[in-house]
């Protein structure tokens, strides 16, 4: 296999960004940039020119450098325009690419990038050729191809990737994580899995996981780095600062969103003795905004607001921060809507205006301690995954390392039998001896040499050679002659078991006089 320092000196202006596992929060793949004199770019292929071509050679070599360094199987994505895809000259390089890099199946992912208009029924039928080849495909939520579901389903894609446009709107706009929380929940349905790109922020990056991306990948986790400093990040094979992708917040936080600024006066002053940070919302609006820039456990919303019912507004908040623990407290019921969310999951409890302190602040308390099992539920799972990953993982590289033990013994049995099968066939005498001085193997040649003692196999050598040999057979080293019959021959001892303890020798015979050895 190529040395990865190697690759990495042949092809200096690719960086690679990490991609990361948002549950383990482990390194799993990484995406192809190229440095340009004026910017950073993706790699994009747009037919099978060379400069497209060239690029990818390099990735998918380097990627398939680190995969056999460190048994893992990361895989590279790189952009791809449709119409390349579809082109046959671009089929057959990348076939003879992938074959070329000894990258396994699977770790070369190609970012379909459509354009405008409808996408040709070949299309499909070209991806699949492609996918029969080892290669994935992902296509981005914002693409022709992921608009048409229809087509979606029909194109034997991987995965969807989240723009980082849309990422990054969840900081500043509520309604953005509905959107994403319903692509990826249509994802997962038709069993593909989702990244979400362009993570700038722990905010982001929290909720991204919340609505249930598989990858995170962004300038907050890294950007395009160059082969050393990835291959440096491998060799760690450290999971990500959990700082990195959890929003930092403060120890049982509580919202209050009310409209009557009083009500809100008087939960805070009651509720201040049990040691919450309380926030406080006056409005729907206010409160989407506050947990768009904070991390929440416990929601407590009026029910009767101007704009935004608490129904509503914990609907919304359920899309948002699905972790938290929602309380309706009203002296208005709308029966059915508040019914409707209990069922729906959207509220926990709902709690009637006026309020008595006690058992106010005793549901409150219950609201956390349910936060706090979900909490450590999520963070046990969390390490059963990450430990499930860390067993297949294992697994992965015994099967491998199996597989090499299986290879190189066929190759090593294969080796044997074709030795014995040509010192059998030698017409020159030959004799394997075992550590204790018996016949281990005799050739026809030899068996005719000693035809008056055959068969020879098991009997002591100092049985068949003269006692002069005693000594030759005691080292397993050096060489002596034989008078048989008229012939003389010059017999050599070889050691067997160079890299191992002594296993004996093999003798060989070879005939001096002008005369035929063989007997008639």
Known sequence: MDNPDQIAYDAPSLLYQPRFDSRSGLLVGAKLYVVTPSRQDNVVIHSANPAGLASLGHGCRQTSAWNSVSGRRLVLTVGARLEALCDPEFAGALNGLLLDSRLEPGCLELNIITGQG?????????????????????ISA?????????????????????????VQNVTTDPEGVAIVRALVTRAHNMKLKVCAKGIASAHSASVMQACGCDYLQGPLLSGGIPPEAFGALLSRDEP???????????????LLVDDEENILSSLRRLLRRDAYTILTATSGKQGLEILASNRVDVIVSDQRMPAMT?????????????????????????????????NE?????????????????????????RKAMSDENQRLAAELHHANQELERINERLTAVLAERERRLGLDEAALSLTQ??????????????????????NGAAENLFSDQAPLLGLGAEEVLPDEFRGLLQTGTGQAELHCGTRLFRVEAHPLGARSPHRGCLLTFTCRADVPWMTP
């Open 118 to 138: 409808d996408i040709p029924d070949t299309s499909a039928a070209t991806l699949r050729h492609l996918k029969a080849c080892g290669v994935r495909f992902i």
């Open 142 to 166: 914002a693409s022709q191809a992921n608009a048409l579901l229809a087509w979606t389903g029909r194109l034997p894609v991987d995965g969807i990737e989240v723009p980082a446009g849309l």
């Open 240 to 254: 990500l600062d959990g700082s990195l992708i959890h929003h930092p917040t403060a120890e049982r936080t509580l």
């Open 310 to 342: 608490g129904v509503e507004f914990l609907h919304k908040a359920k899309d948002m921060c699905p972790d938290t623990v929602r309380l309706v407290l009203s002296g208005y019921t709308d029966l059915q809507s508040v019914t409707d969310a209990i």
């Open 345 to 369: 999951g959207a509220i926990y409890k709902f709690l009637t205006k006026p309020w008595d302190d006690a058992m106010l602040r005793a549901n409150i308390e219950e609201a956390f301690r």
């Open 421 to 442: 099968e040509a010192l059998a066939v030698m017409p020159l005498p030959v004799l394997g001896v075992d550590p204790d001085g018996m016949i281990a193997f005799a």
